[in-house]
């Protein structure tokens, strides 16, 4: 990509953001919301592949009526109460659309579907930027709105997404899949507390987009885009494919690793709601999740595939790692012990 496009876009990706985050008004939330979607268009084409002009079509239609939704959210919410700030919003229709614009943004069941092929036509660093950056504007209001949404289609919600963000990663080879319906599940995670600890849910969204981050820029460096591919990947970087282990475990919320906070954090949230049923739903429900992340990380540190595969084996094409990926990785991996640092900050 041309470096002064290239510049454009991450310019527009961040000021987009940073006004959806910043604004108290509905109108300057959605051109935010507008601004990220034009700016990532770019990015994910960038290959001119026929998949990725198809993940482009598919997340630009898709997110253009998850934003006009927001748009009709709030001017119904304005018509009733005449309030335009987004923490007044009040009016049971506006939260009923709302929500479902959110869900759309974020990739909830039922409106998950668009996720995983945008995600599967796009390069890793672009599905990188969507699988964490993309959310944190539709996660901000979700936070600003927290005290008006209905908990029950919330918590549905929430629960369906943990429960097929597991289930249909099961039987996926392409590993930008499996993090698609990863962020699904997690997703659940995030939305099922929002109402009762929104702060709890920034700090799981915060830790999930660190642990992924270390993923991507760890399969980018290796070069894998299937578990085939993995299989094979040890030979590279034998010790990045180790620490990856320990990052995929970390992401599945094993203790004594950095996912495990949340989780542990989420499931005593909603005991103390009185809420033990569906906390117990939902750990469960991660153990789905487990059995593919456990899969993943068999698979980067096995010494011969299984079968006879097609890939050449290359041999330490890549001798210096990035310092960035080693902090990031560390961090995804040896952040628990410092929960109650973390804790007063909540």
């Given amino acids: 990509m041309n470096p002064h496009a290239k510049l454009i876009t991450s310019l527009s990706l961040l000021l987009g953001t940073t006004i959806t985050i910043s ?158 319906f990863s962020s699904i599940s997690h997703l659940g995670w995030m939305v099922i507390i929002i109402i009762y600890s929104p702060k709890l849910t920034l700090l799981t969204f915060y830790l999930y987009s660190l642990m992924t981050t270390a993923v991507f820029l760890t399969l980018n460096t290796i070069k894998a885009m299937k578990l085939s591919t993995m299989m094979t990947s040890w030979t590279k970087t034998p010790m990045l494919n180790a620490t990856l282990m320990l990052t995929l475990l970390s992401l599945a919320g094993l203790p004594p690793l950095t996912g495990f906070l949340p989780k542990w954090l989420i499931i005593q949230e909603l005991t103390k709601q009185e809420m033990t049923t569906t906390a117990t739903i939902i750990a469960m429900l991660s153990l789905l999740g487990l059995f593919f992340y456990l899969r993943l990380a068999y698979y980067s540190t096995i010494t011969l595939p299984p079968n006879s595969t097609n890939h050449m084996k290359q041999w330490h094409i890549n001798k210096s790692t990035s310092t960035f990926i080693a902090i990031v990785t560390s961090l995804s991996i040896l952040l628990l012990p410092l929960s109650p640092m973390i804790l007063s900050t909540i």
């Fill in 23 to 180: 604004s108290n008004h509905w109108v300057m939330a959605w051109t935010g919301l507008e601004i990220n979607t034009l700016a990532i268009i770019p990015l994910i084409s960038k290959s001119h592949h026929p998949r990725a002009i198809e993940a482009v079509i598919k997340y630009f239609l898709v997110q253009a009526a998850a934003s006009t939704l927001i748009l009709f959210s709030s001017m119904i919410n304005a018509w009733y109460t005449g309030q335009w700030d987004i923490t007044q919003l009040t009016h049971p229709t506006s939260c009923l659309l709302l929500t479902a614009a959110i869900g759309m943004k974020l990739g909830l069941v039922p409106f998950h579907f668009w996720f995983p092929e945008v995600l599967q036509g796009s390069s890793l660093t672009t599905a990188l930027l969507l699988s964490t950056m993309m959310k944190f504007p539709p996660i901000t209001i979700l936070f600003m709105t927290s005290h008006s949404l209905n908990p029950t289609l919330l918590t549905s919600m929430a629960i369906a997404s943990a429960a097929l963000g597991g289930w249909m990663g099961l039987n996926q080879t392409q590993i930008r899949k499996i993090l698609a």
